[in-house]
């Protein structure tokens, strides 16, 4: 069972990205909720967005009114679509899959994702 994640990199301030969280070895409901988490340089790792396995979405507020999460069950995919980026969006961004007791979260490798000038 893997959270693979990608579509991280250098973007403008302004600019946007999509990042993307595939589950492989079994379906996407065998978490709820999967989520974003993202971690800076020298600080701990918060949550960004969750959503559950009736879509329901729910944001830090440094996400409200910038990024979207979403899913596509079919494709065992769940996005994040970033927009308005600032470079204090700068961090490792994990997919984070949630199962009950006792088998414990699945995390994802983390995707890069640098936003500067």
């Known amino acids: 069972v893997q959270l693979q994640a990608s579509g991280g990199g250098l973007v403008q301030p302004g600019g946007s990205l999509r990042l993307s969280c595939a589950v492989s070895?079994?379906?996407?409901?065998?978490?709820?909720?999967v989520g974003w988490y993202r971690q800076a340089p020298g600080k701990q790792r918060e949550l960004v967005a969750t959503?559950?396995?009736?879509?329901?979405?729910n944001y830090a507020d440094s996400a409200k009114g910038r990024f979207t999460i979403s899913r596509d069950n079919a494709r065992n995919t769940v996005y994040l679509q970033m927009n308005s980026l600032q470079p204090e969006d700068t961090a490792v961004y994990y997919c984070?899959?949630?199962?009950?007791?006792?088998?414990?979260?699945?995390w994802g490798q983390g995707t890069q994702v640098t936003v500067s000038s």
């Open positions: 984070n899959g949630k199962r009950p007791y006792p088998q414990g979260d699945i």
């Open positions: 070895g079994t379906t996407i409901f065998a978490f709820n909720p």
């Open positions: 959503i559950t396995s009736r879509s329901t979405a």
